[in-house]
């Protein structure tokens, strides 16, 4: 399946509802959102929607597009108009890419291959998760000629790190994008009311689990360097369990033995690599989440681990997770190929600066044609249009693709990609800009 012009997708859905057939996924931004919560558990819905502390840079991001206001141009003919574009030698049929999101197999088992599936169909790229629920090789192979980059976390294993890249190279990713600013994790209210970190259930750790690196070091027992007691965490169901996730200076406490505790030890072994009954009197499972509990996060991280990652690799360079203009800077001075204007969705640090706001400045620091994308906060084609106009050569789509496969699965996602695609295009058109060189600034205001 191709991508479908607007024109195209709109016809046919009038059409098909002279039939009284309706389009399977909502247009308007809030009822996606409504919809898919009435779709997903307690717990899916906590960690896919919610955000760090009051969820403030949540409601900054979105606050930040509303903010902008678009000036259209008249009487310039728009009967035709070609608004893709080109990326690090990449061809997009718009400037649009599916950002990594972690443990998408809370939405539904399968789901990375589902969202892999989807690009495939509409030619859209997918950044596949460092924390996915299945290895980027099962991805890749899913998305066939579609172009697909690689999210790296930082881990207390630089041999694990260098793995992790020659994997993405080897099936085919284009690009890798380094997240900066997950170091630590974030105070996730919502997460933490619930108790609730579903890596300890193994939930989100496939790329782990799958690498040889990985398993070598839990066969020898490797204990991370400044890991504390997080080698001690115990997956449960309780609230102490979600301290032990991360990196600790004490020993983190292990939860009591309740029926709860059990069931999620259960849980742990059905998601692991065999299902329940290989697993059900092995150590292994546990073991593994141990040890990812201690390992996949690294707060000493500095420019000088980009540096030397430049040095290992060949593909092109994104650092995520950049919002101030002298970090941007530097991230090229270390060898940065491209940075990508994120607040992680307002997942890390409530109270920071929408990304929208800090694209102006970034810019400026780095005039074009050095790529700087944004995420966090697209929930239209229409915020799609003000990030180009506003100097971002792409942005990354991150929640509403995850409404999508709550609702529908790997159809849910095509829609959801194909309705922000459509709804870009026509607002382009109808603002007077035929291609992607026409919008700018001067097609914007506040």
Same mark, same amino acid.
């Given at each position: 399946?191709?991508?479908?012009p607007?024109?195209?997708?709109?016809?046919?859905?009038?059409?098909?509802?002279?039939s009284?057939?309706?389009?399977?996924?909502? #247009?308007?931004?809030?009822?996606?959102?409504?919809t898919?919560?009435r779709?997903?558990?307690?717990?899916?819905w906590?960690?896919?929607?919610?955000?760090?502390?009051?969820?403030?840079?949540?409601?900054? @991001?979105?606050?930040?597009?509303?903010?902008?206001?678009?000036?259209?141009?008249?009487?310039r003919? @728009?009967?035709?108009?070609?608004l893709?574009?080109?990326?690090?030698?990449?061809?997009?049929?718009?400037?649009?890419?599916?950002?990594?999101?972690?443990?998408?197999?809370?939405?539904?088992?399968?789901?990375?291959?589902?969202?892999?599936?989807?690009?495939?169909?509409?030619?859209?790229? #997918?950044?596949?998760? @460092?924390?996915?629920?299945?290895?980027?090789?099962?991805?890749?192979?899913?998305?066939?000629?579609?172009?697909? *980059?690689?999210?790296?976390?930082?881990?207390?294993?630089?041999?694990?790190?260098?793995? $992790?890249?020659?994997r993405a190279?080897?099936?085919?990713?284009?690009?890798?994008?380094?997240?900066?600013?997950?170091?630590?994790?974030?105070?996730?209210s919502?997460?933490?009311?619930?108790?609730?970190?579903? $890596?300890?259930?193994?939930?989100?750790?496939?790329?782990?689990?799958?690498?040889?690196?990985?398993?070598?070091?839990?066969?020898?027992? #490797?204990?991370?360097?400044?890991?504390?007691?997080?080698q001690?965490?115990?997956? &449960?169901?309780? &609230?102490?369990?979600?301290?032990?996730?991360?990196?600790?200076?004490?020993?983190?406490?292990?939860?009591?033995?309740?029926?709860?505790?059990i069931?999620?030890?259960?849980?742990? %072994?059905?998601?692991?690599?065999?299902?329940?009954?290989k697993?059900? #009197?092995?150590?292994?499972?546990?073991?593994a989440?141990?040890? $990812?509990t201690?390992?996949?996060?690294?707060?000493?991280?500095? *420019?000088? %681990?980009?540096? *030397?990652?430049?040095?290992?690799?060949?593909?092109?360079?994104?650092?995520?997770?950049?919002?101030?203009?002298?970090?941007?800077?530097?991230?090229?001075?270390?060898?940065?190929?491209g940075?990508?204007?994120?607040?992680?969705?307002?997942?890390?640090?409530?109270?920071?600066?929408?990304?929208?706001?800090?694209?102006?400045?970034?810019?400026?620091?780095?005039?074009?044609?050095?790529p700087?994308?944004?995420?966090?906060g697209?929930?239209?084609?229409?915020?799609? $249009?003000?990030?180009?106009?506003?100097?971002?050569?792409?942005?990354?789509?991150?929640?509403?693709?995850?409404? &999508?496969?709550?609702?529908?699965?790997?159809?849910?996602?095509?829609?959801?990609?194909?309705?922000?695609s @459509?709804?870009?295009?026509?607002?382009a058109?109808?603002? &007077?800009c035929?291609?992607?060189?026409?919008?700018g600034?001067?097609?914007?205001?506040?």
């Amino acid at each position: 399946m191709a991508f479908i012009p607007a024109l195209d997708r709109q016809r046919s859905i009038f059409i098909k509802g002279l039939s009284g057939r309706r389009p399977l996924i909502p #247009f308007e931004a809030a009822t996606l959102r409504e919809t898919a919560k009435r779709k997903m558990s307690t717990p899916a819905w906590a960690y896919i929607d919610g955000g760090a502390g009051d969820e403030k840079t949540i409601a900054a @991001n979105l606050a930040a597009f509303s903010r902008v206001v678009i000036r259209p141009q008249m009487m310039r003919p @728009n009967a035709s108009a070609d608004l893709s574009t080109t990326l690090l030698g990449m061809r997009l049929p718009v400037p649009l890419l599916l950002a990594p999101i972690g443990v998408l197999d809370l939405v539904c088992r399968g789901a990375d291959r589902m969202v892999a599936e989807a690009c495939r169909e509409t030619g859209i790229p #997918f950044v596949f998760s @460092n924390q996915a629920g299945i290895p980027m090789e099962t991805c890749a192979a899913a998305m066939g000629d579609t172009p697909r *980059w690689f999210q790296l976390y930082w881990s207390r294993s630089d041999e694990l790190v260098l793995s $992790f890249v020659r994997r993405a190279e080897a099936c085919g990713c284009g690009a890798i994008v380094l997240t900066l600013d997950t170091t630590l994790l974030g105070w996730r209210s919502r997460d933490l009311a619930l108790g609730y970190l579903p $890596f300890l259930r193994g939930m989100g750790i496939a790329q782990y689990t799958s690498d040889k690196v990985f398993l070598e070091l839990l066969r020898k027992g #490797f204990v991370a360097p400044g890991s504390g007691g997080g080698q001690d965490a115990m997956p &449960g169901s309780g &609230g102490d369990q979600s301290a032990g996730a991360m990196p600790a200076t004490g020993a983190a406490p292990k939860p009591p033995i309740t029926p709860a505790t059990i069931a999620a030890l259960l849980q742990l %072994k059905a998601n692991y690599p065999g299902g329940l009954w290989k697993n059900l #009197f092995s150590s292994e499972p546990l073991e593994a989440v141990r040890l $990812f509990t201690g390992i996949y996060s690294n707060p000493a991280l500095s *420019w000088e %681990k980009l540096a *030397w990652l430049r040095q290992q690799t060949k593909l092109p360079i994104l650092v995520k997770g950049v919002l101030r203009a002298d970090d941007a800077l530097r991230a090229r001075e270390c060898g940065a190929d491209g940075v990508i204007v994120s607040n992680h969705g307002g997942r890390q640090v409530d109270g920071a600066i929408a990304s929208l706001d800090a694209l102006v400045a970034i810019r400026a620091s780095l005039p074009k044609p050095f790529p700087v994308l944004l995420d966090s906060g697209i929930r239209s084609g229409s915020d799609l $249009f003000k990030a180009l106009a506003l100097g971002a050569d792409a942005v990354l789509l991150g929640r509403p693709y995850a409404y &999508g496969l709550a609702i529908g699965g790997r159809r849910g996602v095509r829609e959801v990609i194909q309705n922000i695609s @459509n709804d870009f295009e026509l607002t382009a058109r109808l603002a &007077g800009c035929r291609t992607i060189s026409e919008i700018g600034v001067d097609v914007v205001g506040d």
